[in-house]
């Protein structure tokens, strides 16, 4: 995911629920792009998120 669609599905800081989910065990990468808006400009260091991993649940959080 790229942060600017994110912000455009109205998720306002997605880098804040990235660190969210990394905090919870989840793997997740991220590289820098440029990415071009909906008007045609570029916009250069725009994040880039991959989730690498998923979460193994363990016994203590109800399995989820």
Request: glycine content about 8%; aromatic content about 6%; overall charge positive.
């Amino acid at each position: 995911m790229v942060s600017m669609s994110v912000a455009a599905q109205r998720v306002r800081h997605p880098a804040a629920r990235v660190r969210e989910l990394a905090a919870s065990g989840y793997t997740i990468l991220s590289s820098r792009v440029t990415a071009i808006d909906s008007d045609g400009f570029a916009h250069s260091g725009v994040a880039l998120y991959s989730l690498a991993e998923r979460r193994q649940p363990s016994l203590f959080d109800g399995g989820s």
